[in-house]
């Protein structure tokens, strides 16, 4: 069983700050990295999906780094607004086509 | 984009009956179809992975018999529960994909959360 851990397992922040999460996960045999959003009642939103170590991805104000050599992923959002609060969910492919899920991190950002 | 639609959202049943879950791609040809479950401040756990119009593979601890997947065309996924009981009370979810997207397309559906009293 492959063990993805996210930290912090929750996050208040307030308006305008700039927060990061992060996803560990085992390195060997990597595949690809996924990073959802996910708000309650809804489906969980494709934010990004990293393969390469290095890899760095950006949507708006919400960006991403991969390191498979150490095994790790950081989620950043910058400027963090209210429609910002969800669960960030990382999750791993190793082989084939399965996702193994971190247990996400809740964000809460206050006005 | 592509949607996934499933239902229902919430259900309540009494223990011993069954309770099917519907997801419903709506504009591409899910090929491949996952179920997962979650527990309360758990992560989400991939139950069984199925293919259209092949057998779904379950994985380890999942009983098959009891949470039985049909994929017969390529719109459509259902995960039946089977005499349920309490300890079936979780949150379930499918994702989908086709082949010309792969890893870089699953969609999930909002998910089914299951009460068995």
């Given at each position: 069983i492959l063990n993805v851990e996210q930290s912090p397992q929750s996050l208040h922040v307030q308006e305008g700050d700039s927060t990061n999460f992060t996803c560990s996960f085992p390195s060997s045999n990597f595949y690809a990295l996924h990073w959802y959003r996910w708000e309650t009642a809804k489906s969980p939103e494709a934010l990004f999906v990293m393969t390469l170590n290095g890899d760095e991805k950006k949507k708006g104000r919400i960006s991403a780094t991969l390191n498979t050599k150490e095994g790790y992923s950081y989620l950043y959002i910058k400027?963090?607004?209210?429609?910002?609060s969800a669960t960030y969910l990382c999750a791993l492919n190793n082989a084939g086509n399965m996702l193994t899920f971190g247990g996400g991190t809740r964000l809460m950002v206050k006005p | 984009g592509a949607v996934v639609s499933q239902h229902p959202s919430r259900v309540i049943c009494k223990s011993g009956t069954s309770v099917k879950i519907e997801c419903r791609s709506?504009?591409?040809?899910?090929t491949t179809m996952f179920w997962y479950r979650q527990f309360p401040k758990q992560s989400l756990m991939l139950m069984a992975t199925s293919n259209e119009g092949s057998k779904a593979t379950y994985e380890q601890g999942v009983e098959k018999d009891k949470f039985l997947i049909n994929h017969a065309s390529l719109t459509l996924s259902t995960l039946t529960v089977t005499s349920?009981?309490?300890?079936?009370s979780s949150f379930y979810i499918c994702s989908a994909t086709d082949r010309d997207r792969g890893i870089y397309g699953y969609t999930f559906g909002s998910g089914t959360r299951l009460t068995v009293v």
């Open positions: 400027g963090s607004q209210p429609e910002d | 709506l504009d591409f040809q899910a349920a009981h309490p300890e079936d």
